[in-house]
């Protein structure tokens, strides 16, 4: 029987996921900073900017789960699924889900907070590459 309200439900997987892309961003950046690229300081600026928000996003939601006493738990693990537990006002649901549906989510989000940080990017006057070279 499902315990969670939606909002409640919604609030902690996206902390849940939110979390997951954060370990996600900090490992691609120190791949980035140890790796054997010509130019690495665009990628590393970008996966900066994408921590960031995230991090944002992710003290906003641990507020609001702190507020409504929600908690969730990795509650185990195989090789195809992980389950974790939603704790809220004394009732506990536990949800399995599928590792190749996590990895989507994850990927999901990673996209979602690249775009926001491109975005301002997006919004400047493209340089003349030739202008910038004589100039």
């Known amino acids: 029987m499902r315990q969670l309200r939606q909002r409640e439900l919604e609030i902690a997987s996206r902390y849940l996921f939110l979390s997951m892309a954060i370990t996600v961003i900090m490992q691609d950046h120190k791949h980035f900073k140890e790796g054997d690229f010509k130019i690495k300081e665009p990628y590393l600026d970008l996966l900066g900017k994408m921590e960031l928000t995230a991090r944002e996003e992710r003290k906003i939601l641990r507020t609001q789960m702190n507020r409504?006493?929600?908690?969730?738990?990795?509650?185990?693990?195989?090789?195809?699924?992980?389950?974790?537990?939603?704790?809220?006002?004394?009732?506990?649901?536990?949800?399995?889900y599928f590792n190749p549906a996590i990895r989507k989510k994850v990927e999901g989000i990673l996209i979602e907070l690249m775009r926001k940080s491109l975005q301002p990017h997006q919004l400047e006057e493209p340089k003349s590459v030739s202008s910038e070279l004589q100039g």
């Open 68 to 96: 409504q006493k929600l908690q969730v738990i990795e509650s185990g693990r195989n090789d195809s699924f992980t389950s974790f537990l939603f704790l809220a006002h004394g009732y506990e649901e536990k949800r399995n």
